[in-house]
């Protein structure tokens, strides 16, 4: 096979990295995943080996003989090791989850608002399209996506709240207050260090929140109640009210207690004094946001957290791991977020912000569609979705994936009318008057295999891109039509 039809853009073969480096597992157990498992797993034997220490320091410092202060030296030396060993291991493991939150935004963000939309809609997209949305193995791809798609939708939801009011608390306002002169869309154009320092001090925090939002999950108590006590048990299989509850428990106290102790203030290297006073005043200040950020959205209200919590529900949505997954259904997601609303879990006008974002059909989803020439040659057409702020919130901006009923990787883009879009039952009807040869002719066109052809709809009502994607040349949805 020709070498432009296999393999993956360069955009895409940096989302794949990024998505390792996040919640992946590997022999190297570097992700920030592995990271923190290694880190629970060891954690019950480190603090053993230091609450030893200071039990056997407190005893031999009541001794007072010459052999007992020489082996007092030699644990107190022991004990200092020990906690420097367990604090140059949570800067590593600080110094790498920032590192990732960087590449993040360098991938998500650009010189322009307009640049930035466009870089975030493409990194959603390819998250979509590489996620699979059949078979046993949607339920893994999408655990592991989720960080990253959630990240990137807590960044846009931050840019359209600070357009906005919102009840943001003292951090986030003081930070705010810093770029009230400045046009917040053109920030970086117009100040680079103000924009700059905006990213260390909120954005930065904000990827750290959502990237470690379920990683308490990931303790070994939570994990025996969502594998169960033998561990043979599904992760993904639907826990109990009781066992919902407690794994909810156990989530946000570990969390908590892993961003504190297993990841803590980055340690300042250099010689200055008054650099390091105001480095440490500024990372413990970021590390208290992130904090707040995550214990807020517990119960957001109408504060910060719904900054966190509004994509955590959305993403579980478009990216969900139960057994009931239907890729049909993700347009629906803002119904369970508007009765998330509803039920005061979150805040109705954040919500709307995200909706006026994404609009009802997710970046990357298939979308099938009736061409306007239709009265010529009936037929419908496939398209993908592929960017934000659709000026209509249910005529998606997208991509042509065909022509003439030929898949093509060079199409133009195209707003997907209600009237012309399949996914609803009144367009659909009107279509369904064509007669069965004719849709039959058309699914032969457009579906791979015969056995692919058995399972489809006669009259779909959207498509899974998955495979059109795996082609190189049809990686590059996102190009400018020259």
């Known amino acids: 096979m020709s070498k432009h039809l296999t393999g993956d853009t360069n955009f895409t073969a940096k989302v794949k990295v990024l998505l390792s480096k996040i919640y992946g597992r590997s022999t190297l157990k570097d992700s920030v995943l592995e990271r923190a498992i290694t880190y629970y797993e060891l954690e019950q034997s480190s603090h053993q080996k230091l609450e030893k220490l200071n039990q056997d320091i407190v005893r031999l410092a009541k001794i007072n003989d010459d052999r007992s202060k020489a082996k ?20 590593s493991r600080a110094q790498h989850l920032q590192l990732i939150c960087r590449d993040i935004i360098e991938l998500c963000e650009g010189e322009t608002s307009a640049e930035t939309n466009k870089k975030s809609a493409e990194l959603l997209g390819t998250i979509q ?44 306002a003081k930070e705010l207050s810093k770029i009230s002169d400045y046009n917040y869309k053109e920030l970086r154009t117009e100040n680079e260090a103000a924009y700059l320092e905006f990213v260390d001090h909120v954005k930065i925090p904000m990827l750290m929140a959502a990237i470690l939002q379920d990683i308490g999950n990931y303790h070994p108590d939570a994990q025996k109640i969502m594998h169960g006590v033998d561990g043979k048990k599904s992760m993904f299989r639907a826990l109990t009210v009781e066992e919902r509850k407690t794994l909810l428990q156990i989530n946000y106290r570990e969390t908590i207690k892993y961003l504190i102790n297993g990841i803590g203030v980055v340690i300042y290297v250099g010689n200055s004094k008054e650099e390091r006073d105001t480095f440490n ?27 966190l919590k509004i994509p955590q529900i959305y993403t579980a949505i478009v990216l969900s791991t139960k057994d009931n997954y239907n890729y049909k259904l993700l347009p629906k997601v803002y119904q369970a977020l508007y009765q998330n609303a509803e039920r005061g879990n979150c805040c109705r006008s954040v919500v709307d912000s995200l909706y006026q974002i994404t609009g009802d059909f997710p970046q990357g989803f298939g979308v099938i569609y009736i061409p306007n020439d239709n009265d010529q040659d009936a037929r419908y057409e496939y398209a993908i979705v592929t960017q934000l702020y659709p000026d209509v919130p249910n005529e998606p901006i997208c991509r042509i994936a065909t022509r003439q009923l030929t898949f093509i990787g060079h199409g133009h883009d195209l707003v997907v009318k209600k009237t012309n879009n399949l996914y609803f039952v009144e367009t659909a009807r009107e279509f369904s008057s064509i007669n069965k040869e004719r849709l039959n002719e058309i699914l032969e066109l457009l579906s791979s295999n015969y056995l692919e052809r058995k399972e489809l709809d006669l009259l779909p009502r959207c498509w899974q891109p998955e495979e059109f994607f795996t082609k190189k040349v049809n990686q590059k949805l996102w190009n400018r039509i020259r």
């Not at 090791?81 to 291991?89: A, P």
């Not at 399209?129 to 655990?143: C, D, M, Q, R, W």
């Not at 990372?283 to 910060?304: A, C, D, H, M, Y």
């Open 281 to 307: 005043k500024v990372e413990t200040n970021k590390l208290r946001f992130v904090k707040q950020l995550l214990k807020s959205s517990i119960q957001p209200k109408l504060g910060v957290g719904n900054l």
């Open 129 to 172: 399209l590489i996620s699979p949305t059949e078979g046993s193995k949607v339920a893994f791809a999408n655990e592991r996506n989720k960080p990253l798609y959630r990240g990137v939708l807590v960044l846009r939801l931050l840019d359209q709240i600070c357009l906005k009011t919102l009840s943001s608390g003292a951090y986030l």
């Open 72 to 91: 007092l030296d030699n644990l107190e030396c022991e004990q200092r090791d020990s906690l420097q060993e367990l604090r140059l291991e949570s800067n």
